[in-house]
């Protein structure tokens, strides 16, 4: 058993939090941008934009327009990949993190330097350090860290260049210090058919004293479910899924819809539930506070933060905010500057802040994650909030769910959008009709532009709802190559290829 660091992880935190604490936000993420540009003056990128000539953010904004993933793969990426040499970040990038591709199905690959690491490593220490303040009898370095990612096979593209999921490039690239907590062992770790390796590390974990926990938490749910059915098999029904567990780390998707059910998991033990904001373009903000109060956004990593309004981010000249600037309740697109050679890049992620002094946000979806095919402009957070209050209104519990749109197939009919709902236990039809009826209601009375488009009968029907059976959107995923790790559900469906697979997969009519 390695020793026990809790101790020293604790004074660690109290002075990181303390030097938090006395941060200046706007100096903090001048301070980061300019270093940054000063790393970069001297590659393809930093000459192109005249990097040695910007002495403050007016100046970066003036030289660097905003660009998307597609915009730095054609004109910078590609044509070098995969050996980057000083080609947006000073000399060769080890690492590209290959994305889920939620939306599209398309995956991209990611820029991931060493120094990125590092500032991810910096940000999963700050995790800690504000669980250490919430928690202060945790002992939650005195064992293993369950780190339920994908495959931690790497793919060799060229030599010192490796891509794959983010979490397998974390597990392969943990600090030496760290590196004995974690588990799965790589003969698990490097298992690439997922439901082997839920069920080979759900076994093995019943003999570690597990004190962490991360992952998204679909997948983890469903890690959970097997080591109860291996507790109850062992004669241990009444014993906690871990003795020791202290806390969880989740990130990625609205935690909402799986609060209650991590509840009852953990019932009987004071587990700390901390959301995390991290990305492929680096570690963005993290819990400090309760559920709610928003995710304390990294202003000293190696990243400089831009949010642009979502109602202007395909205008021509949008307004770039950044910390000095923002605005609470405004639905933002995130748009970053990294020290893996990103620069005004926009993520594709939408959040609005709940604190503008000591920066906090809430995660809102996508800019992709719309559902406007007639105009009607719901977010992924309206859609997300519509969701779980209708589940608690007939009690019940959603498990995953994706929603797409039926679109008129007659002169005459109206479109709908179709919500594909998995249960932990389907409801009867009685209260799938009020379900239906409770998202309806619940979007009418926060979106002017979705009541519109329902008043009258002339933009559209009702919702339509078909629940699945458990384990469906699991399959589904398994189905498509993206069970596990990092992949996620998507919960809007723009992609009409998709949603139809989707909808031929579940029977969906």
């Not at 945790?138 to 096979?153: I, N």
């Not at 506070?289 to 981010?313: I, K, N, S, Y």
């Not at 503008?356 to 095919?373: K, N």
Request: hydrophobic share 40%; proline share 6%.
């Amino acid at each position: 058993m390695p020793l026990d660091l809790t101790p020293a992880l604790r004074l660690y935190g109290r002075y990181r939090r303390w030097r938090l604490a006395s941060l200046d936000p706007e100096r903090a993420q001048e301070r980061e941008l300019l270093r940054l540009v000063r790393a970069a003056r001297n590659t393809r990128f930093g000459r192109d934009h005249d990097f040695a000539g910007i002495k403050n953010v007016a100046d970066f904004q003036a030289r660097v327009p905003l660009r998307r993933y597609e915009d730095m793969w054609r004109d910078y990426w590609q044509p070098a990949f995969p050996t980057l040499d000083d080609v947006s970040w000073p000399g060769r990038i080890p690492y590209f993190a290959v994305s889920s591709g939620t939306t599209s199905g398309t995956s991209k690959y990611i820029p991931l330097s060493r120094q990125m690491r590092q500032s991810n490593v910096r940000a999963a220490l700050d995790v800690l350090a504000f669980h250490a303040k919430a928690k202060p009898k945790s002992r939650f370095f005195a064992g293993p860290t369950f780190m339920l990612g994908g495959s931690t096979t790497l793919v060799k593209e060229a030599d010192g260049v490796h891509s794959g999921d983010l979490s397998a490039i974390a597990a392969m690239t943990l600090p030496r210090w760290a590196a004995p907590y974690a588990f799965p062992p790589n003969e698990l770790a490097l298992l690439t058919d997922w439901n082997e390796k839920l069920s080979r590390t759900a076994e093995a974990s019943l003999h570690q004293d597990i004190r962490a926990l991360t992952g998204t938490p679909s997948w983890v749910l469903i890690l959970l479910e097997r080591v109860r059915a291996l507790r109850d098999a062992g004669g241990a029904a009444e014993a906690p899924l871990y003795p020791h567990l202290s806390l969880y780390i989740h990130g990625g998707v609205n935690f909402a819809p799986y609060r209650q059910r991590f509840a009852k998991m953990f019932e009987g033990q004071d587990v700390d539930l901390r959301e995390v904001y991290p990305a492929s373009e680096g570690f963005i903000a993290a819990a400090d506070r309760g559920p709610g109060e928003g995710l304390r956004l990294f202003l000293d990593t190696g990243l400089f933060f831009e949010f642009v309004p979502l109602a202007q981010l395909g205008a021509p000249n949008p307004t770039r905010h950044w910390v000095k600037t923002i605005q609470p309740d405004v639905n933002y697109a995130v748009v970053m500057t990294t020290c893996a050679g990103l620069f005004s890049y926009v993520i594709g992620d939408t959040v609005r802040f709940v604190d503008t002094r000591t920066p906090r946000l809430l995660i809102t979806g996508r800019t992709s994650y719309m559902l406007s095919a007639f105009g009607e402009h719901l977010i992924g957070e309206e859609i997300e909030k519509a969701v779980t209050e209708a589940a608690g209104g007939i009690g019940a519990q959603v498990t995953d769910f994706s929603v797409g749109t039926i679109y008129p197939d007659a002169e005459g009919d109206l479109g709908q959008h179709l919500y594909i709902v998995e249960f932990e236990t389907e409801p009867q039809r009685e209260a799938l009709l009020r379900f239906a009826a409770a998202i309806d209601d619940t979007l009418l009375h926060m979106n002017d532009d979705y009541r519109a488009h329902r008043a009258g009968g002339h933009g559209l029907k009702a919702p339509r709802v078909q629940a699945v059976g458990p384990g469906t959107f699991a399959a589904w995923m398994e189905s498509r190559g993206r069970a596990g790790g990092q992949n996620k559900v998507p919960r809007i469906i723009n992609d009409a290829g998709l949603f139809e697979g989707l909808k031929s997969f579940t029977g969906a009519g």
